[in-house]
């Protein structure tokens, strides 16, 4: 089952911050997230893992709170770079069986 | 870089015609998975497989079938196609199990179908 993300879509200024959410209606194992580029292949951002563990991006953090099915991915001090289409990917049992949201789609302006 | 490798990268063909994606891996990964990605639904896991001739169904498995005989290919096939798999296909790649990776996902840079 696919979890919901919100917002659609945000634009930003360079040096703002943005907050995206994803849900689900279902206890999660795993929550990744990806950022996809126009045009090009999603690429790994992070992972976060029920009890706490995270993996992943430097500059790019998430918060994964397990009892409300809820995962949050934090830009902050957004450059233009960030731009792109991002994507949580939920994991409901340790299947490996990744299910994603419909994406969200940040806009980073100068 | 994942060595993920998709072909063809580019299709059109007619309804009714059958129609075989295939995805190559050099990185001896053993899940291997077949996404299809539309405006306004992101990405739909159609098939997955954990390791030789071990597959299972996703999301959006009707009309797809999947084949694995080497660890390395994981091919997709639409039997009769059909306008609404006109899609961008992404194959994926994971290794899991070993505490040294994350279980990150690794794409291939997609296949687009356009059935006329």
């Known amino acids: 089952q696919q979890p919901v993300q919100s917002p659609q879509a945000v634009i930003l200024r360079e040096g703002e911050d943005a907050v995206i959410n994803c849900s689900s209606s279902?206890?999660?194992?795993?929550v990744h997230w990806y950022r996809q580029k126009h045009g090009e292949a999603p690429v790994f951002l992070m992972i976060?893992?029920?009890?706490?563990e995270q993996k992943g991006h430097e500059k790019i953090s998430a918060s994964f709170n397990e009892k409300k099915q809820q995962s949050s991915l934090y830009l902050t001090a957004s450059q233009l770079s960030y731009s792109g289409t991002y994507f949580c990917?939920?994991?409901?049992?340790?299947?490996?069986?990744?299910?994603f949201g419909a994406g969200t789609t940040v806009t980073v302006r100068a | 870089d994942a060595g993920i490798t998709q072909s063809p990268r580019h299709k059109v063909t007619e309804t009714g015609t059958p129609v075989t994606l295939r995805c190559h891996q050099t990185?001896?990964?053993?899940?291997m998975y077949w996404y299809r990605q539309d405006p306004g639904h992101g990405l739909r896991l159609i098939h997955y497989?954990?390791?030789?001739?071990?597959?299972d169904k996703g999301e959006v498995s009707d009309g797809y079938s999947v084949s694995r005989s080497k660890t390395e290919d994981f091919l997709l096939t639409l039997e009769s196609a059909t306008s609404s798999q006109t899609s961008v296909y992404f194959c994926?790649?994971?290794?899991?199990?070993?505490?040294?990776?994350?279980?990150?996902?690794?794409f291939g840079e997609g296949s687009r179908l356009t059935v006329l």
């Open positions: 994926a790649i994971s290794e899991v199990g070993d505490s040294s990776t994350s279980g990150e996902l690794f």
């Open positions: 279902k206890a999660l194992y795993s």
């Open positions: 976060l893992l029920k009890g706490g």
């Open positions: 990917g939920t994991e409901m049992g340790n299947d490996y069986k990744l299910s």
């Open positions: 990185e001896n990964h053993r899940y």
């Open positions: 497989s954990y390791g030789v001739k071990d597959t």
